[in-house]
C-alpha cells in the first residue's frame, strides 16, 4: 500500500512559535502565504523528519540543529513534527531536545516496520524548493550520472562490476606472478633425473616407481600415493641420514636457482614495460601532477555553473577572468585530465606488475635462506650467492617505488639484469651433489631412497602447481564471462531506465511548453560501454540535436525542465511514499507555464497527495478554483507577534474557540472570531445554494461581508424557495440584526459589549446553522444542497432526506 499522510503537527521549528497542525486524511493541500509569513517552515519540518537536515540550512556558518527552533523556544522546551500516515504502524515523532546542554536530535518510533520505512524513503523525491529547480541540470556530466546512479541503484551495480573487474585482473596478474610454467618445468627436470622420465600422471609414475624397486622383491605393488610412503618404509631410512639431509637440501636449493634463472628474461621483459611508461609520464610530469587538481577543478566548474559565483573572476585566486571563458579553460583541463589519468592506470599496471613478480621471487629465496643447513660453514658460498641475488631483486623492488614526479630516472635494464654469473654458484652445488651420490652409490637403499623419496616430492609439487593454476585459470575464465554479461546487462538496464526515465520528462515539458521549438528531450550517456563517465542532456532544436538545455533555454524554460525531471523522478523513484512537498517552485514561472504546471498535476498526478506551498496571489486564486473541485484542504498562512507562523482559523476550530471563551466569559476576544465563522458559514450556504452575489476582481471576490451574504440569502428564498423555508427567514434577519454587533466587535469601536448579547448571538448563527444543515447524526451529506436537489418533489434536501425544503 502506497503510503500518504493522514496529519502533521510541527511544534517550535522555524517561524511556529507554537504548533501548527495540518489534518489532512490523505488529502492534498494548497496553502497561500505571503514572503515573510514562514511558511517554509512547513516544508523546512517535513525535510528535517526524514533526514535530519534542512538542505538550505546546511551552511558552515549555520548551527542546524539551533537554527531549527523557533527563537522563543526555551532551553526545556521540545522541537517536534509527528506525521500520522495510512499506515499506523509507521506514525512517528522526531523531537529535537536538549540533553546536557547538547541539542538532541531522535525519532520516537524504533520498530522494525518504520525502520524499513524510513530506510526506503531515503532514497525517494519527496520535497522539492524553488532554489534547487536547477540543481540536475548545472550539475556536471560526472555528478549528473552519479546522482542518477546512487537514487536508482546503479552505483551500487557500477560497484560490483568494478570489484569484479579488480578480481579478474588481480587473478590474471597472480598467474602471471607465479609463473606456473616454470616451476613446473623445473621440477620435471628432477623427475627426469631421479626416475629417467617426465611423468605427468599418476600411474605412470607408479610404473617407473614399480620397474625401479622390482630387484628389492618387496612385495609392494606401487598404486597410489600411500603405497609409495610404504616403500620407502619397507626400504628403511638409510643409517646415513646427513648425507641424505644434505642432498635434499642441495637438490631444492638447485631448483630454487634454476627456477630463478629460468626467469631472468621474463622479469626483464616485464621491467623493460615498466621502463618505458615511467619513461613516458616523467616526459609530462606536468599532466600527471594535474591529475591531483581534478576535484578542485570539478568543484570549480560546479560553483560557476550553479552560480554560487557570478563575479567575472576566478573564485578561487580572484584574478580578473570572464566566467564563460573560465568555464571553457575548466573543461578544457578537466578533458587532458581525463587522458593522463588513463596514461596513468596504464603505468599503475605495469609498475605493480614489477613490484607483485619481485615480491614473490623474494619471498622464494627467503625460504631457501632460512634452511638452518644454510648456516653451516660448508655452504657458506651458497648463503652469500643467494643473499647477491636477494640483493640485486631488491635493486628491481627500489625502482617499482620510485615516484615519477621525483625527477630521478630509472636504471636501464642491464644494470639489473640477472646473469650467468649470478648463478655460477650452481656448478659447486652441482659437484657436491654428484660427489654425495657417488658415495651412496654403493648402498642401493640409500640410492633409491633418495630418487624416490626426490621423485614423489617433485610429481606432488607438480600436481599443486597445475592445480593452483588450473584454479586460477578457472576462476579467471568465470570472472571474464561473468565480467561481459554483467557489462551488457548493466548498459541494457541503464538504457532501458533512461529511455523511459526521459520520456517521462519530455512528456511533462511538452505538457507546459506546448507548440514550441524543443523537441525529444532526452538523457544520454557519455563513454565506453564497459566505463560510463557521465550524462548528459540533450533535444531537438530546429531538428537539430543541441546539449546542454543552457544553450537555448529561458530560465522559464529551465526551471520547466527542473519541475519535468523532479515529477519524472517521484514516478521512477518512489516507490514507498505516494505524496510530495511542493514549496514555491514556480516563483520565477512565466503566467503561461504556471496554469500549464497547475493543470499537469492535478491530470497527470491524480492519485498523488501534494503539500503545495506558494506565495503567489494569482496563482493561488486559480489553483485553488481546480483544488476545490478535487476535494483538496485550503488553507492560508499568516504570522503575528503573538502567536508567530499559523494557520487562518477554519470555522470547526473556531467553533471550539469561542464556545471556550464564552464558557469563561471571556468577552474581549470573541468579536472577530464569531465574525469570521459567521462569514465562512454564509459562503458555504451560499455555494450550496447557489446565492448569486455581485462580481468583485481577485481576491476580493472571495472577501465577503456578512451583511451582504446575509441580505442574497434572503432574496434567493423568497425568490426560489417554498413556504417551509420562509418560514425561517425570522431567524435569517435576527443574525443580519446581530450581525452589526458582530462587525462593531472586530474593529476599533467604542462599543462595549455584554456577555449575554454575544451568547445570543451566538445562538442565532447556531439556529441558522441548523436550517441548513442536517443534524441527523447518521447523515454522512449534512449540507442542503442543490446537488441534492429532488426532481419529483421539487425540494432541495441533504444527503439522507431528513432536512428538506421546497425550491423551485
Not at 151 to 160: A, C, D, L, R
Not at 268 to 277: H, L, M, P, R
Not at 322 to 336: A, C, F, H, S
Not at 568 to 588: C, T
Amino acid at each position: 500500500m502506497a503510503t500518504k499522510i493522514k496529519s502533521i503537527s510541527i511544534a517550535g521549528i522555524r517561524g511556529i512559535k507554537d504548533s501548527v497542525s495540518l489534518p489532512l486524511n490523505e488529502k492534498s493541500v494548497l496553502l497561500y502565504g505571503d514572503n515573510g509569513t514562514g511558511k517554509s517552515s512547513i516544508s523546512d519540518a517535513i525535510e528535517w523528519f526524514y533526514t535530519d537536515k534542512v538542505s538550505h540550512l546546511s551552511g558552515s556558518e549555520i548551527d542546524l540543529k539551533d537554527a531549527l527552533r523557533n527563537s522563543y523556544q526555551k532551553d526545556s522546551d521540545t522541537t517536534s513534527i509527528a506525521i500520522s500516515y495510512n499506515r499506523n504502524v509507521i506514525d512517528a515523532t522526531r523531537n529535537l531536545f536538549s540533553k546536557r546542554g547538547k541539542l538532541t536530535s531522535e525519532l520516537s518510533n524504533l520498530s522494525d516496520d518504520f525502520e524499513k520505512y524510513y530506510s526506503a524513503s531515503q532514497s525517494e523525491n519527496l520535497l522539492l524548493r524553488y532554489q534547487f529547480l536547477r540543481d540536475f541540470i548545472d550539475q556536471t556530466k560526472g555528478d549528473k550520472l552519479k546522482y542518477l546512479s546512487d537514487i536508482i541503484g546503479f552505483s551500487e551495480v557500477t560497484k560490483t562490476k568494478d570489484v569484479l573487474r579488480k578480481a579478474f585482473n588481480a587473478i590474471k596478474s597472480e598467474i602471471k606472478t607465479q609463473n606456473f610454467e616454470a616451476q613446473i618445468n623445473n621440477e620435471k627436470q628432477t623427475l627426469i633425473a631421479k626416475i629417467g622420465a617426465a611423468v605427468s600422471q599418476e600411474n605412470n609414475l607408479f610404473e617407473k616407481i614399480n620397474e625401479i624397486i622390482e630387484p628389492l622383491k618387496t612385495g609392494i605393488t606401487v598404486s597410489s600415493i600411500e603405497d609409495i610412503d610404504k616403500v620407502l618404509n619397507h626400504i628403511k631410512k638409510p643409517a646415513n641420514t646427513k648425507q641424505i639431509t644434505e642432498l635434499q637440501f642441495l637438490e631444492n636449493t638447485n631448483k630454487a636457482l634454476s627456477t630463478l634463472k629460468s626467469e631472468i628474461s621474463f622479469i626483464d621483459g616485464e621491467y623493460q614495460k615498466y621502463f618505458s611508461e615511467f619513461n613516458k609520464i616523467a616526459e609530462d610530469v606536468q599532466s600527471i601532477m594535474q591529475t591531483f587538481l581534478a576535484e578542485l577543478l570539478k568543484s570549480g566548474e560546479t560553483v560557476i555553473a550553479k552560480k554560487y559565483h557570478k563575479e567575472d573572476n576566478c573564485p578561487l585566486c580572484l584574478q580578473e577572468k570572464n566566467l564563460e571563458e573560465l568555464k571553457t579553460d575548466i573543461q578544457r583541463r578537466l578533458k587532458e585530465i581525463e587522458e593522463s589519468s588513463k596514461k596513468k592506470v596504464t603505468f599503475d599496471t605495469a609498475k605493480k606488475s614489477v613490484s607483485d613478480i619481485i615480491i614473490e621471487r623474494l619471498k622464494r629465496l627467503e625460504l631457501t635462506a632460512n634452511n638452518p643447513l644454510l648456516n653451516k660453514q660448508e655452504n657458506e658460498s651458497i648463503k652469500k650467492a643467494i643473499s647477491n641475488l636477494s640483493t640485486k631483486l631488491t635493486e628491481y623492488q627500489k625502482t617499482a617505488n620510485e615516484k615519477v614526479t621525483s625527477g630521478n630516472k630509472l636504471p636501464a635494464n642491464d644494470t639489473l639484469l640477472l646473469t650467468e654469473d649470478d648463478f655460477k654458484i650452481q656448478e659447486q652445488i652441482t659437484a657436491r651433489f654428484e660427489a654425495i651420490q657417488a658415495a651412496i652409490k654403493n648402498d642401493k637403499s640409500t640410492e633409491l631412497y633418495a630418487n624416490i623419496s626426490a621423485a614423489k616430492d617433485a610429481f606432488l609439487k607438480i600436481k599443486r602447481f597445475e592445480k593452483d593454476k588450473s584454479k586460477l585459470e578457472h576462476q579467471k575464465n568465470s570472472l571474464e564471462l561473468i565480467y561481459n554479461e554483467f557489462v551488457k546487462r548493466q548498459k541494457e538496464g541503464l538504457e532501458s531506465f533512461i529511455n523511459t526515465f526521459s520520456s517521462y520528462i519530455n512528456d511533462f515539458y511538452q505538457y507546459m511548453n506546448p507548440d514550441e521549438q524543443f523537441h525529444k528531450i532526452r538523457i544520454i550517456t557519455m563513454g565506453e560501454e564497459d566505463e560510463l563517465n557521465g550524462i548528459t542532456i540533450e533535444y531537438k532544436y530546429n531538428n537539430e540535436w543541441v546539449s546542454p538545455p543552457q544553450k537555448y533555454f529561458s530560465e522559464s524554460h529551465l526551471n520547466c525542465f527542473g519541475i519535468s525531471f523532479f515529477l519524472a523522478s517521484v514516478i521512477a523513484f518512489n516507490k514507498e511514499n505516494k505524496f510530495v512537498v511542493l514549496d514555491d517552485v514556480i516563483s520565477s514561472f512565466d503566467s503561461t507555464h504556471r496554469k500549464r504546471f497547475a493543470d499537469l498535476l492535478f491530470e497527470k498526478f491524480a492519485d498523488y497527495q501534494f503539500i503545495l506551498l506558494t506565495h503567489e496571489a494569482e496563482w493561488f486564486s486559480y489553483v485553488q478554483q481546480l483544488a476545490k473541485r478535487k476535494g483538496w484542504t485550503i488553507g492560508e498562512i499568516k504570522w503575528t507577534e503573538e502567536k508567530g507562523t499559523h494557520l487562518e482559523e477554519k470555522p470547526n476550530d473556531l467553533k471550539e474557540f469561542i464556545e471556550r471563551e464564552l464558557a469563561n466569559s471571556s468577552v474581549e476576544t470573541l468579536g472577530n472570531p464569531i465574525r469570521k465563522y459567521l462569514e465562512a458559514k454564509l459562503k458555504d450556504i451560499a455555494l450550496n445554494l447557489d446565492v448569486k452575489v455581485s462580481f468583485r476582481l481577485n481576491d476580493v471576490n472571495e472577501k465577503r461581508m456578512p451583511d451582504e451574504l446575509l441580505n442574497e440569502l434572503k432574496s434567493k428564498i423568497n425568490k426560489s424557495g417554498g413556504q417551509d423555508i420562509k418560514a425561517k427567514v425570522p431567524v435569517i434577519e435576527r443574525v443580519a440584526n446581530s450581525s452589526l454587533l458582530g462587525n462593531l466587535l472586530s474593529h476599533d469601536n467604542p462599543f462595549n459589549p455584554k456577555l449575554g448579547d454575544l451568547k445570543a448571538f451566538w445562538a442565532d448563527i447556531k439556529e441558522l446553522e441548523t436550517i441548513f444543515y442536517c443534524q441527523a447524526t447518521t447523515c454522512s451529506r449534512p449540507k442542503v444542497s442543490i446537488k441534492n436537489y429532488d426532481n419529483v418533489a421539487k425540494k432541495i434536501r441533504c444527503g439522507c432526506d431528513t432536512t428538506k425544503y421546497e425550491w423551485k
